[in-house]
C-alpha cells in the first residue's frame, strides 16, 4: 500500500513523489544528508524495492555567473594569479591557499570585499535612504522567507543585541549591518509576519541613537537575482541557519562561500559537505543535529521551557509582545509569539542560545581581520567541489 502510485485513502489521488520514482531511471537527492534522508525515511520502501535507483548530486552554482559577472573584482583577483582556467575548472582556486598569509594579497582581497560593499551601500542608500557602515560587518540572510529557513532567528538575534545595548551602552558589540531579503508565499501568512517584524525592528533599530552607530538593519525590497548578484559578493556572514533534516541542500551558501563570505549554520542541508570542504576551523557551527531534533521530537518537545528558563530569549519575546517594534500594538506579532512560544516547529527557541553563543565567536572573529581574512581566502579556495560544472559531470 506504501509503493502504491494512487492513495485509496478518502478517495483516490495520484501519489506525485511515488509516480515520479516509479517512472524515472534514477533518483538522486541534491546532498549527502538529503539523498540519506531520502533512501532512510522520505523513500525509505522504494529504496528496499529499488537499491540501485537512489544516489546523490549534490547542488552546485555557476561561477560565471556567481563569480565572473557579480564580482568582477574577485574574478580580476583570481585571473591575475591563476590564469583564466578556474572560470570552467573552479579547482584551480586551491592554489590560493597558499596566499593565505600573504599581508599584500590579504590587503587586495579586503579591498575587494569594500568595493562590493561599497556598490551595495550606494544601492540601499538610493533605495531604502540607509547608510550602511562599510566598515561595520555585512551579516546577510538572503532566501525564500519560511518558517524552516528560520528568518525568525535572526530577527531574534537583533533584538537580543538591541535589548542588551539598551540596557548596558557599553557593551561590547561588533558593528553590524543585518541584511534580510526574499519572498513569500502569497497565502503564507506568518511568512508575511516575519518579513513584518524585521522591517518593524529596523524601523526602531535604525533610528535609536543608542543603537544606530552599531547595529543596521535593512529587508531589501523585491529580491530577485538581479539583485542578488549585489548581495553575494557584499557578505562578510552568511547565514544558513534552518533547522536540520529540513534544507535538502541550499545553493545560497554556495553563492555566498565563493564570494568569500564565511558560514554561520547547522548541519544541515550541503551545509555539511561545505563545513567539511573548507574546514570545520572556518565555520561557524551551531545547534541540533537532525538525530537530535528527532530525538527531542519524540521525547516530547516543550519550548515553553526554553522561554521561560534563558532570560535573553525570554526578553527578546518579551519586548516584541510588548509592542515596542509595532508603535504599541502587542497584538501585531502575537501570533509569531505565540507559535513560538507554544508549537515551535521548527525548534527556533532549542537553537537560539547555541546560535547566540555561536554569533559571539562570530564577532570575536571578526575583531582579528588578518585572521578573518586568512579563513575567508581558505574558505572560498575550497569550494571547487560545488561549482556546477562538477554537478553536471556526475
Not at 85 to 109: G, I, M, P, S, Y
Not at 216 to 235: E, G
Request: charged share 25%; hydrophobic share 40%; proline share 3%.
Amino acid at each position: 500500500e506504501r509503493l502504491s502510485i494512487i492513495d485509496d485513502r478518502g478517495g483516490s489521488f495520484v501519489r506525485m513523489a511515488n509516480l515520479a520514482t516509479v517512472g524515472s531511471y534514477s533518483v538522486n537527492g541534491v546532498s549527502a544528508l538529503h539523498t540519506d534522508l531520502l533512501k532512510t525515511q522520505v523513500m525509505r520502501d522504494f529504496d528496499a524495492y529499488f537499491p540501485e535507483k537512489f544516489n546523490n548530486k549534490t547542488n552546485g552554482v555557476t561561477p560565471r555567473r556567481f563569480v565572473a559577472l557579480a564580482n568582477p573584482e574577485l574574478a580580476a583577483l583570481y585571473t591575475e594569479h591563476l590564469g583564466d582556467a578556474w572560470l570552467t575548472d573552479l579547482n584551480q582556486l586551491r592554489q590560493l591557499e597558499e596566499l593565505a598569509d600573504d599581508a599584500d594579497f590579504q590587503a587586495k582581497w579586503r579591498s575587494v570585499k569594500m568595493a562590493r560593499k561599497r556598490a551595495a551601500a550606494e544601492r540601499a542608500a538610493a533605495l531604502m535612504g540607509v547608510d550602511a557602515d562599510l566598515e561595520s560587518m555585512f551579516d546577510v540572510q538572503v532566501k525564500r522567507i519560511h518558517e524552516y529557513k528560520r528568518q525568525q532567528l535572526a530577527a531574534l538575534h537583533v533584538v537580543d543585541l538591541y535589548r542588551r545595548l539598551k540596557e548596558n551602552p557599553q557593551l561590547d558589540v561588533a558593528r553590524r549591518t543585518f541584511i534580510f531579503g526574499g519572498k513569500a508565499a502569497p497565502s503564507y501568512t506568518r511568512a508575511k509576519l516575519i518579513i513584518k517584524l524585521i522591517n518593524s525592528v529596523a524601523e526602531v533599530v535604525n533610528a535609536d541613537p543608542d543603537t544606530c552607530d552599531l547595529l543596521k538593519v535593512v529587508f531589501i525590497p523585491n529580491y530577485n537575482v538581479k539583485t542578488a548578484q549585489l548581495v553575494y559578493p557584499c557578505a562578510d556572514l552568511s547565514e544558513q541557519i534552518s533547522t536540520a533534516g529540513k534544507e535538502a541542500s541550499g545553493t545560497g551558501n554556495m553563492k555566498f562561500s565563493m564570494n568569500g563570505a564565511l558560514t554561520i549554520g547547522t548541519l544541515d542541508g550541503a551545509n555539511v559537505e561545505i563545513r567539511d570542504a573548507v574546514g570545520p576551523e572556518n565555520f561557524f557551527l551551531f545547534g541540533l543535529t537532525t538525530d537530535e531534533i528527532h530525538s527531542l521530537r519524540e521525547s516530547g518537545y516543550r519550548p515553553y521551557e526554553y522561554y521561560e528558563q534563558n532570560p535573553s530569549l525570554k526578553g527578546a519575546l518579551d519586548l516584541i509582545g510588548s509592542g515596542h517594534f509595532s508603535r504599541g500594538d502587542g497584538a501585531l506579532f502575537r501570533p509569531l509569539i505565540d507559535s513560538l512560544i507554544h508549537r515551535d516547529d521548527y525548534f527556533v527557541l532549542a537553537d537560539f542560545q547555541s546560535y547566540v553563543d555561536c554569533q559571539k565567536k562570530v564577532s570575536d572573529a571578526w575583531a582579528d581581520q588578518a585572521h578573518w581574512t586568512k579563513m575567508s581566502i581558505l574558505n572560498t579556495a575550497r569550494m571547487g567541489a560545488f561549482s556546477s560544472d562538477r554537478t553536471i559531470r556526475d
